[in-house]
């Protein structure tokens, strides 16, 4: 069992930058950040697996301008946008308890156990 607190939400221009925090109330498990807008599927943007040395993996779309990152000190999972497009445009995630059987499934929503409640960023261009 976890409890996650998502934060760092808001505005930005098209080509700004926005950093989301995580607050989870333990740090057993590899954790993710997703995004979802309203009509469309929950979509997995960045995860960083505990299992597997703290590896990375991102969604093609944001690879090269998100970071995912941890400070276990702080119990805090971070996700650095910078470069932001109007399509980034989303509720914001964090999910946490990894349940699923292959690495490539870490984009799916069913693999995970533990949700925020989301914060919202908006990109306008």
């Known amino acids: 069992q976890v409890d996650l607190v998502e934060s760092g939400g808001g505005s930005a221009q098209a080509g700004g930058s926005l950093k989301l925090s995580c607050i989870a109330s333990?740090?057993?498990?590899?954790m993710a950040w997703f995004r979802q807008i309203p009509g469309e599927e929950r979509e997995g943007v960045a995860v960083?697996?505990?299992?597997?040395?703290?590896?990375?993996h991102y969604a093609d779309s944001v690879k090269g301008r998100f970071t995912i990152s941890l400070d276990r000190a702080k119990n805090t999972l971070y996700l650095q946008m910078n470069n932001l497009k109007p399509e980034d445009t989303a509720i914001y995630y964090c999910?946490?308890?990894?349940?699923?059987?292959?690495?490539?499934?870490?984009?799916?929503?069913?693999?995970?156990?533990?949700w925020g409640q989301g914060t919202q960023v908006t990109v306008s261009s």
């Open positions: 960083i697996f505990k299992y597997d040395g703290d590896a990375t």
């Open positions: 999910a946490a308890g990894w349940r699923g059987t292959a690495t490539e499934m870490w984009p799916k929503a069913q693999a995970y156990h533990y």
């Open positions: 333990n740090m057993r498990y590899s």
